[in-house]
């Protein structure tokens, strides 16, 4: 059911690969709320993933973009503009890739080279999505930008390699950038700290499907999904969240504040019992 919430907005989508993305559920969810969007993914994901499809549905343009690429964010920002016929209300930065994790190089023998891109993929490339929105001043008075988190920026999950570390990145970008466009232009910056979900990016982590298992069960809420994750951006991207910014929001069921939960220690002390 349509609330209207973004009824007269228009904002840009990062990230959308294929109907399991987090950004493909965030753009069908924005349109169904009255947005106008502009699609945007690498040229290799768009010849490899089902974009046309999600752009029809949406009726939205799409425009190739490698996010690591100034000189690619400000044509896509241009076109954006000429699109929409002038400034626009909200990005969605749904991006993440580590070639450690995509080649199982393991933290304490990581590649530096890949390390480096991780860190450009996943948290730089805000900084550079920003800067250019903020330097064309492409954002109308109290748009919204939101990017996706994990939990692993705070506290170490094993197997999150140096996603761990972009991520904590991408949440200072988050709070520095949002200090500044704040004072330029009432722009809000906000991080979503989502619960693991099955998509391409999160399958590459070793052992997400016990990841999700655990925090499915620890989560008082049980984990949020895709779907849930696209509601709570769309209340961002809303004139209904004003006065948020700068903050890391956590989407997790409650994971992120429990300590210990019964079932789960009853669980994990039957195991022992096993063995
Ligand atoms: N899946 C999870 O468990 C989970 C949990 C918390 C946060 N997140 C974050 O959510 C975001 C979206 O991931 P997802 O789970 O929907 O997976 P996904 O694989 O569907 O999306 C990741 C997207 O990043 C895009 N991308 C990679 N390199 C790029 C580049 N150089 N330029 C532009 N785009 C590029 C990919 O093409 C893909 O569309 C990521 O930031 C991810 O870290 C995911």
Redesign the pocket.
Known sequence: MSHGLLKGKKGII?????E?????KAALKAREEGAELVL???PL?LRL?TMDQLAEQCNALVVP????SVEDLEGLVDKAMEHFGGQFDFVL?????SPNIRKNKPYEYTNYDFFFKTLD??AL?LHKVLGVLYKKDALKEWGSVV????IAAQRTFEGYND?ADA?SLLESIARSFGLLYGKKAHVRVNTI??????????SG?SG?EDMFAYADALSPLGNAS?SDCADYIVTLFSDLTKHVTMQNLYHDGGFSSTGLNAEVVETYTKGLKKD
Do not use: C, E
């Open positions: 990062f990230g959308a690969l294929n399991q993305s987090i950004a493909w945007t993914n690498t994901s993933g973009a490698d996010a690591t930065h749904s991006v993440g890739m993929i996943s490339s990017a996706l988190s994990y996603m991520k700290s989502q619960s693991p979900t099955r998509t391409s990016a999160g982590i997400m895709a």
